[in-house]
Nanobody, 127 residues
Framework: QAQFVESGGGLVQPGGSLRLSCAAS????????IGWFRQAPGKAREGVSY????????FYEDSVKGRFTIFRDAAENAVHLQMNSVKPEDAGVYYC????????????????????WGQGTQVTVSS
């Protein structure tokens, strides 16, 4: 059974940086896409970024493109999200989840395609 544990959230000032981590366990191989999603109060859960574990290709939603970076650390079996130039609208609970490669679309992120959601980590943006 695949499981994720998110960490690294906290309070950050506008323009600052945070690094979120998603520790994974229970995956038999690399035939998965790992996605980061976020949810702000009163808003639907939205995709942020994904990484294809088989070839390390990545995708970023327009709202975070150029500011966030997703990368994998295979040694620690984790996927990280480096958040730079943080904006107030980046606040929310951040989740990671997995989808089989065959199931996900290209350059789109639908929460319904992902499973094994972690508990999330809170990101608060305040001056």
């Amino acid at each position: 059974q695949a499981q994720f544990v998110e960490s690294g959230g906290g309070l950050v000032q506008p323009g600052g940086s945070l690094r979120l981590s998603c520790a994974a366990s229970g995956f038999p191989d690399d035939s998965y896409v790992i996605g980061w999603f976020r949810q702000a109060p009163g808003k639907a859960r939205e995709g942020v970024s994904y990484i294809n574990l088989s070839d390390t290709t990545t995708f970023y939603e327009d709202s975070v493109k150029g500011r966030f970076t997703i990368f994998r650390d295979a040694a620690e079996n984790a996927v990280h999200l480096q958040m730079n130039s943080v904006k107030p609208e980046d606040a929310g609970v951040y989740y990671c989840a997995a989808s089989p490669i065959w199931k996900v679309g290209i350059r789109v992120m639908w929460a319904r395609d992902y499973d094994n959601w972690g508990q999330g980590t809170q990101v608060t943006v305040s001056s």
